[in-house]
């Protein structure tokens, strides 16, 4: 069955570096556009970034563009959120998504605080 594993999330000083990590399997990965979003407690999931199914294109939401890169290996059929610059707002669960779908991960935690 289709399956998205999330991982790499943790605790991060202000103006650290995390990279999170989603595996997928039971699907073909590279046929599809993915999604990373984000919860924080009490609010709605949040979208972070998209990238299409080759990876040539990809979309940021305006508090993480120029900090977060989301990325794909279609060979692995993993993908990526390459996160510089975080900042105690960027704490949250964060999920990938196989939107044409509506496949959730499990999701990660990250938090960022000194």
Known sequence: Q????ESGGGLVQPGGSLKLSCAASGFTFRYYQMRWYRQVPGKERELVASISDTGTNANYAESVKGRFTISR???????YLQMNSLKPDDTAVYYCK???RGIWGQGTQVTVSS
């Open 2 to 5: 289709v399956q998205l594993v």
């Open 73 to 79: 290996d279609n060979v692995e059929n993993m993908l």
């Open 98 to 100: 196989l939107e044409s």
